[in-house]
């Protein structure tokens, strides 16, 4: 195994070819399962998940977004002045069918990157949540979280004393 096969390249600085062949665009779907983001917000989850290890660039990322969009695997829409990036149900089968090759990044890089359905369903509440601040405001959101905030703490207090 030679340096550049190794996280990190030579001498602890990132490598220009940190991900194989195909690894960023499978890396970039998985980052869409867990919630829709903004090419921007995938470079800083990129840059945040590998510790600083991998650095994308623009020049990366939107041309990887453009091909997994081409191949249905990707949908975007408009939200503002930039587009929000959706795993696609053609997305989901396609990570489905490389969860091998995503676990031997995870190996190779020591950086997890499929989460469990807890860590997805909260991920994708966060997201829903941002959103719906966006469309009608913190206060009416605010709101209507609190019915079902108040339903789990006293289940946990529930929880609690049954024990």
Known sequence: MTSHDQAGGDFGRPSRHFFRSGELHLVILALLAEAPRHGYELMTALQERFGGAYRPSPGSIYPALSALEAEDLVTTEDDGDRRMCRLSAL?????????????????????????????????????????????????VVQELLAGPQKQIEEMLEKKGAAK
């Open 91 to 139: 997305g989901r089968e396609a990570l489905e069918s490389r969860k091998s090759i995503l676990h031997a990044i995870e190996v190779r890089t020591g950086v997890r990157l499929v989460g469990d359905d807890t860590e997805r369903t909260i991920s994708l509440l966060v997201q829903t949540v941002r959103a719906g601040i966006r469309a009608v405001g913190l206060e």
